[in-house]
């Protein structure tokens, strides 16, 4: 692994310090593993070809592993819960299947406590941790996109739906399978047959957020 897996020398970095040839914006990814947004998605894609950085983060050495054999190069071991970058420094956020690993109880240990999850290292039901700390680092009129089409049924596919994100200061854009899905993931540059296998599973859903 390359030695960018690391937590301190990214620790609270601006993200245009640490790439400043990042003029188009950077563009930061969480657990992607090897199915990275601009693999799916041309508008992700064409921003990295306009010179965009892109970052990847996991809490996992082994998916970044993944993530690397795809030819990302910016890679970082770091915890959702505590992002490595100051405010408001990240143009982009996209989390894809990955808020819906958060299961509907934590598990507890021997003395009842809940023991961690693998999502950033952190516990459910932290919700409101992921999701303030998103909004930190994430800047003014900038956008994080969560989307959920393949999560476990013994988890909760729909956590999200049920946050409030005026508290955070994002403003919310809501798609569900069945409504106006397959209207955005066209807008993001999905391929035909990636929207109708999106869109085919009824638990599906993408939010957009934005900040205030």
Request: hydrophobic share 35%; aromatic share 8%.
């Amino acid at each position: 692994m390359p030695e960018k897996l690391t937590t301190t020398e990214f620790n609270k970095l601006d993200a245009y310090t640490k790439f400043p040839e990042s003029r188009p914006g950077v563009i930061l990814e969480i657990g992607p593993r090897m199915n990275t947004a601009d693999a799916i998605f041309k508008d992700v894609k064409k921003k990295i070809e306009q010179g965009a950085v892109y970052v990847a983060l996991d809490s996992k050495a082994e998916n970044l592993r993944e993530t690397k054999s795809e030819g990302k190069t910016n890679l970082i071991l770091g915890d959702l819960r505590d992002l490595p970058f100051s405010d408001s420094s990240i143009n982009e956020i996209w989390l894809i299947n990955v808020f819906g690993l958060i299961e509907k109880k934590p598990k507890l240990d021997k003395d009842g406590k809940p023991l961690q999850r693998n999502i950033g290292g952190s516990i459910y039901p932290g919700i409101k941790d992921y999701v303030r700390e998103l909004a930190r680092v994430l800047k003014p009129g900038g956008k994080i996109v969560v989307g959920e089409y393949f999560t476990p049924r013994s988890h909760d596919p729909q956590i999200l739906l049920k946050t409030n994100f005026g508290e955070y200061g994002l403003t919310a854009k809501i798609h569900l399978a069945g409504e106006d899905l397959d209207e955005y993931l066209q807008g993001l540059g999905a391929s035909p047959a990636m929207k109708r296998f999106i869109a085919s599973r009824m638990d599906s859903y993408f939010i957009e957020l934005n900040s205030d």
